[in-house]
């Protein structure tokens, strides 16, 4: 029986936008699709870590449209706006309290040291710890504090974990990218300032970040408040738009490296059958 190619999804941040990654899973999986490998950051890291627990993108969307403002629980700090603890108590709960040795879907999740100004790749430990240090929105969400390292948000660095994906040992990679392509409008508060800087700084470093010859999902979504957890029907909407819309070019990614690695595979058999009949 020939081996498939392992299939990596990367999953992008971009606050409630990210909502658009279930619409996709959604689609992905009524194609009869599933990803070997999950990478996420921020958002990404959420709806990676719950799928990978077992959770159905349509339970996700049950779950998802049922939020609201409550679960951010404000906490005025030097370090961060929201502490965080109820979003925690939630990922906690939908990921069965599992270390990401146990998830059905092996899961890497992305934060950056603030010390060290490095990418952190988390594997290991409870899911739900790892998800909290990558969601930790710089002034919004207070930073995860992990021995010496102070860890925010994985996005700053990577906004599509791509490469993370890859090197988990994906041969083919899709990556979603919720992140801003609008027209901003002024922001009315604090968090609202820094979120929109930080999606002009997410475009310019996804230019870099992304490398060619991966499908590139980009669910077209736009948030007054980046940050809301209203019309979340309409962006999951928009992520099944995306994947519709990708959807042939998938499955011809798939089909050529499903070819490629047969006849990879293929040649590898022959040449040491040639090689043992010769000894």
């Known amino acids: 029986m020939k081996e498939k190619p392992k299939f990596g999804l990367a999953l992008g941040s971009g606050a409630s936008r990210g909502f658009a990654h279930i619409g996709v899973l959604q689609v992905l999986e009524e194609n009869g699709i599933k990803p070997d490998y999950i990478a996420g950051s921020s958002i990404g890291a959420i709806i990676g870590a719950i799928y990978a627990a077992g959770v159905t993108p349509k339970m996700?969307?049950?779950?998802?449209?049922?939020?609201?403002?409550?679960?951010?629980?404000?906490?005025?700090?030097?370090?961060?706006?929201?502490?965080?603890?109820?979003?925690?108590?939630?990922?906690k709960l939908l990921t069965k309290d599992q270390e990401f040795k146990d998830l059905d879907i092996p899961l890497a999740v992305t934060a950056v040291d603030l010390i060290t100004c490095e990418r952190v790749i988390i594997q290991e430990g409870k899911v739900y710890e790892g998800v909290r240090a990558s969601i930790s929105i710089p002034g919004v969400f207070q930073p995860v504090l992990d021995g010496d390292r102070v860890l925010i948000d994985g996005g700053i660095l990577e906004r599509v974990p791509v490469n993370v994906v890859r090197e988990m040992g994906a041969e083919i990679v899709i990556g979603v990218d919720v992140s801003f392509r609008g027209l901003h409008r002024a922001p009315e508060n604090f968090i609202e300032t820094?979120?929109?800087?930080?999606?002009?700084m997410g475009l310019e470093i996804s230019k870099h970040t992304i490398p060619s010859g991966d499908i590139i999902i980009h669910p077209d979504v736009e948030l007054a408040n980046p940050l809301s957890l209203e019309n979340i029907d309409i962006i999951i909407e928009a992520g099944r738009s995306a994947a519709h819309a990708a959807m042939d070019d998938l499955r011809t990614l798939l089909k050529k490296a499903d070819t490629k690695k047969y006849s990879d595979k293929n040649y590898e058999e022959t040449m040491q059958k040639n090689r043992e009949s010769t000894a």
């Not at 609201?68 to 706006?81: A, I, M």
């Not at 820094?194 to 002009?200: A, E, G, P, R, S």
């Open 60 to 91: 996700m969307e049950g779950i998802s449209e049922n939020l609201n403002s409550s679960l951010y629980d404000v906490g005025f700090s030097r370090r961060g706006f929201i502490r965080g603890k109820r979003v925690v108590e939630l990922i």
């Open 194 to 200: 820094i979120i929109q800087t930080m999606d002009v």
